[in-house]
């Protein structure tokens, strides 16, 4: 049975009474303009309400209290020109923005055109930043490293690298697996610090289920579920892709919380 199956009745006792030239569909065609409007209706309320506030669908976490964890975000040029001065006084149900995380570099050539702006903006605003690269499984590690370490010039209080590994294109799992960690010791070699893998559940058990990544951070992407999936330790997880946060206009912007009070993020920094 429908929705609109239910408004059948009233119309039935009108079409009774109904003169010739009377369309019958009078009393659905009424109930569907009123019904749109109340969807409209109800979209404006939805944001109106939520302004100043992060608006997603998804699930708050169920396992981390607020004095355990660091509310954060990552962006790239999809997020268009953001304002970081508003980001930094948005308020996600009462908890600030305190890291983000933004896209570097991709391969062994591509710089995101929005770098340089938003990883220089970050720290006027005193919001701890992180920078990321984009991994192309079928390119050079070594040159995608050298391409990451020539762009992210990271300082006191940044976040540790971050390789972004997420393959589309199946690749072989030994090849994949001594290829990511040629780019995390030439990264960390450099840094000086232990990087930050970010992938799913799914793709590390497929392809970083191994001994060999246990030593580095994770940083998971689970979405629609109240606690992300992961065998071991993680440090980072991206809850929702539907966040809506003040200074970034237009798109939506990956929300993320890391596992730990503030004081310990400082311990994932330069």
Same mark, same amino acid.
């Given at each position: 049975?429908?929705?609109?199956?239910?408004?059948?009745?009233?119309?039935?006792?009108?079409?009774?009474?109904?003169?010739?030239?009377?369309?019958?569909?009078?009393?659905?065609?009424?109930?569907?303009?009123?019904?749109?409007?109340? *969807?409209?209706?109800?979209?404006?309320?939805?944001?109106?309400?939520? #302004? &100043?506030?992060?608006?997603?669908?998804?699930?708050?976490?169920? &396992?981390?209290?607020?004095?355990?964890?660091?509310?954060? *975000?990552?962006?790239?040029?999809?997020?268009?020109?953001?304002?970081?001065?508003?980001?930094?006084?948005?308020?996600?149900?009462?908890?600030?923005?305190?890291?983000?995380?933004?896209? %570097?570099?991709? &391969?062994?050539?591509?710089?995101?055109?929005?770098? !340089?702006?938003?990883?220089?903006?970050?720290?006027?605003?005193? *919001?701890?930043?992180?920078?990321? @690269?984009?991994?192309?499984?079928? #390119?050079?590690?070594?040159?995608?490293?050298?391409?990451? *370490?020539?762009?992210?010039?990271?300082? #006191? +209080?940044?976040?540790?690298?971050?390789? !972004?590994?997420?393959?589309?294109? @199946?690749?072989?799992?030994?090849?994949?697996?001594?290829?990511?960690?040629?780019?995390?010791?030439?990264?960390?070699?450099?840094? +000086?610090?232990?990087?930050?893998?970010?992938?799913? /559940?799914?793709?590390?058990?497929?392809?970083? !289920?191994?001994?060999?990544?246990?030593?580095?951070?994770?940083?998971? %992407?689970?979405?629609?579920?109240?606690? /992300?999936?992961?065998?071991?330790?993680? !440090?980072?997880?991206?809850?929702?892709?539907?966040?809506? $946060?003040?200074?970034?206009?237009?798109?939506? $912007?990956?929300?993320?919380?890391?596992?730990?009070?503030?004081?310990?993020?400082?311990?994932?920094?330069?």
């Amino acid at each position: 049975m429908s929705l609109l199956d239910n408004f059948n009745l009233p119309c039935l006792a009108l079409r009774r009474n109904a003169k010739p030239h009377q369309k019958p569909s009078r009393c659905r065609r009424i109930f569907l303009i009123s019904f749109c409007f109340c *969807i409209a209706f109800g979209a404006w309320w939805l944001l109106a309400s939520h #302004k &100043g506030k992060s608006l997603f669908l998804g699930n708050e976490p169920a &396992g981390l209290a607020r004095s355990q964890r660091v509310l954060g *975000i990552d962006v790239s040029k999809h997020q268009g020109k953001i304002n970081w001065r508003k980001v930094a006084k948005h308020r996600h149900n009462g908890e600030p923005i305190r890291f983000a995380i933004v896209k %570097a570099t991709e &391969g062994v050539t591509k710089v995101d055109k929005r770098f !340089d702006e938003n990883f220089q903006t970050l720290q006027r605003n005193h *919001i701890v930043r992180g920078a990321y @690269h984009f991994y192309l499984p079928h #390119k050079s590690a070594r040159l995608q490293a050298l391409r990451y *370490i020539s762009k992210v010039r990271l300082s #006191k +209080g940044d976040l540790a690298p971050i390789l !972004d590994v997420e393959p589309t294109d @199946h690749p072989n799992v030994k090849d994949l697996q001594e290829s990511v960690l040629t780019w995390l010791n030439i990264v960390e070699s450099h840094y +000086g610090v232990t990087p930050i893998i970010y992938t799913s /559940p799914s793709i590390k058990a497929t392809y970083l !289920d191994s001994p060999k990544f246990d030593r580095f951070r994770w940083w998971v %992407a689970h979405y629609n579920t109240s606690q /992300p999936r992961h065998k071991g330790h993680w !440090d980072f997880w991206q809850f929702t892709e539907l966040g809506k $946060v003040d200074g970034i206009k237009g798109n939506y $912007v990956d929300l993320n919380y890391f596992n730990g009070n503030l004081e310990r993020l400082q311990t994932l920094t330069l």
